[in-house]
């Protein structure tokens, strides 16, 4: 199967500061690239996705890139706010999804 | 946007007993389903795709006689956990792709304790 590899595993940064979390996956035919947010004992929430034939995508704050030749992905969240604390997963998904090990970000106000 | 709902929200069981845990996505149909187990301060991880109408396909390591997978119809996954152990005790989460969507929609998520 996949095996997606997602760094660092924890991430503090200063209120206002930009985060950068960064994913690898094995599986060329993955095509989808979805990150997650995740509070305690709730359900991931989808934040932003790409799909493989883009190479970037934005939303406000959060950003996502995509370097398919050498399979990698990064989530980048500038102005980070104290609710921006959570843990983060990447996933790759070619039918099903796997899921990276996952980032808890804790941004100090 | 898809709903997908999960029951019970947590149980507690004694070892050796048997678990249902219940999939359900209530405004779409789903044909296949996927349950992921999740240990404290861990990722996700996929247990088996579930299949309406034919047997689950489970992930390595994932053992098919422990984690009974049932798909009857187009809106309802079962997972049970048979002779449950403390060390199967987890969070379980489902999900499922509305339509040709490449997004998944999560349950809520069921906490199993077992004592």
């Known amino acids: 199967g996949e095996n997606v590899e997602q760094h660092p595993s924890t991430l503090s940064v200063q209120e206002g500061d930009s985060a950068v979390i960064k994913c690898t996956y094995s599986?060329?035919?993955?095509?989808?690239f979805p990150w997650y947010k995740q509070e305690l004992g709730k359900r991931p929430q989808l934040i932003i996705d790409i799909r493989s034939n883009v190479g970037e995508k934005k939303d406000q704050r959060i950003a996502v890139t995509l370097n398919k030749t050498a399979k990698h992905f990064s989530l980048h969240i500038t102005e980070t706010q104290p609710e921006d604390s959570a843990v983060y997963f990447c996933a790759a998904n070619f039918n099903k999804f796997y899921f990276g090990s996952g980032t808890k970000l804790n941004v100090k106000p | 946007g898809a709903v997908v709902s999960q029951h019970p929200s947590w149980v507690i069981c004694k070892s050796g007993t048997s678990v249902k845990i219940e999939c359900r996505s209530l405004?779409?149909?789903?044909?296949?389903m996927f349950w992921y187990r999740q240990f404290p301060k861990q990722s996700l991880m996929l247990m088996a795709t579930s299949n309406e109408g034919s047997k689950a396909t489970y992930e390595q390591g994932v053992e098919k006689d422990k984690f009974l997978i049932n798909h009857a119809s187009l809106t309802l996954s079962t997972l049970t956990v048979t002779s449950a152990h403390p060390e199967d005790s987890s969070f379980y989460i489902c999900s499922a792709p509305p339509g040709l969507s490449y997004e998944q929609y999560f349950g809520p998520g069921t906490r199993l304790t077992v004592t």
């Open positions: 405004d779409f149909q789903a044909t296949t």
């Open positions: 599986d060329s035919a993955s095509n989808y």
